[in-house]
């Protein structure tokens, strides 16, 4: 039986930890497309400490996508430190003439 997709509401924050590691390489980049898409374009991703598999495979599959400007890792102390990276993503050319 497959899995029902998740309605997650699309806010500057993205929390991975209830997600499973295979589902989340899709899942950065359908969410960061539709911050982008909204006008939300400083994301914070929560992708915990733990051994850093995790920051790991994010950070790269950010370092693949055009969309992304920067990453700020690690984060502030007050927002998550170690176990957070902000991402600034480019302005969505769609969006410039609105």
Known sequence: MK?????IEITDELDLHTFQPREVSDLLLDYL???????????RVIHGK???ALRIGVHQ????MEMVAAITWPASAQSGG????WV?????PGMEDR
Do not use: F, S, Y
């Open 88 to 92: 600034q993503l480019n302005l969505d």
């Open 50 to 52: 733990g051994t850093g």
């Open 82 to 85: 170690w176990g957070a990276t």
């Open 3 to 7: 899995d029902e997709p998740v309605q």
């Open 61 to 64: 599959k950010l370092a693949m």
């Open 33 to 43: 497309t539709e911050c982008r898409r909204r006008g939300i374009l400083n994301v």
